[in-house]
């Protein structure tokens, strides 16, 4: 798991060649929440229920760093990468 360095509330996990993106919400409606982000396309979508997104990686793709919702990795072939 990898904490933004900036936005201390968005965090990735990895696992294998998927990464999932989260957004800690201290404080909601419902109380402490953890939300599987989802993309939206369109500003209509937002109202909507969707599943979080997945995000296919590299099985060499080693991510160290997620800062400012971007993340940085290490790849044997590339060195650093963002």
């Known amino acids: 798991m990898l904490w933004d360095i900036e936005d201390q509330n968005l965090f990735v996990t990895v696992a294998g060649d998927m990464m999932h993106t989260y957004?800690?919400?201290?404080?909601?409606?419902d109380g402490p929440q953890i939300l599987h982000?989802?993309?939206f396309l369109r500003?209509?979508?937002?109202?909507?229920?969707?599943?979080?997104?997945?995000?296919?990686?590299?099985k060499d793709m080693k991510p160290?760093?997620?800062?400012?919702?971007?993340?940085?990795?290490?790849?044997?072939?590339d060195g650093i990468r963002g």
Request: charge should be negative.
């Open 37 to 39: 982000l989802p993309e």
């Open 23 to 29: 957004i800690y919400l201290p404080l909601s409606l």
């Open 64 to 77: 160290m760093i997620l800062k400012d919702g971007y993340v940085y990795s290490n790849t044997r072939a």
């Open 43 to 58: 500003l209509d979508e937002v109202d909507k229920p969707k599943p979080g997104v997945v995000t296919q990686i590299d």
